[in-house]
């Protein structure tokens, strides 16, 4: 679910097959910018969302690219925490 919003969004892109509930994204931007300057702006998120403690991403980079990971696996998580991780992700991309 969450990697089909991911591949529906005009923000966002995948970056690896999604498995294991596991999905490797970034966010891309309208504005044409460098691989180093989306790796920065990625970066950047990834600890504004962080730093709510509302959601905890990590990270990787493949192919030299930052990218974001998020990880659904919890025994007890429902697809409303999977909605409001999401609803958090982007409002930390439009602040």
Not at 28 to 45: A, C, G, Q, V
Not at 57 to 83: A, D
Request: aromatic share 8%; net charge positive.
């Amino acid at each position: 679910m969450f990697a089909k919003w991911i591949e529906e969004s005009d923000d966002f892109e995948i970056m690896a097959p999604a498995n294991l509930g596991v999905v490797c994204f970034r966010a891309i931007s309208k504005k044409d910018k460098s691989e180093n300057e989306l790796n920065t702006f990625n970066e950047n998120l990834l600890r504004k969302i962080n730093k709510s403690g509302k959601l905890f991403l990590s990270h990787t980079k493949l192919n030299g690219k930052y990218i974001l990971r998020i990880s659904i696996s919890g025994l007890r998580t429902q697809e409303e925490h999977v909605k409001k991780a999401w609803e958090l992700i982007n409002i930390q991309l439009s602040e």
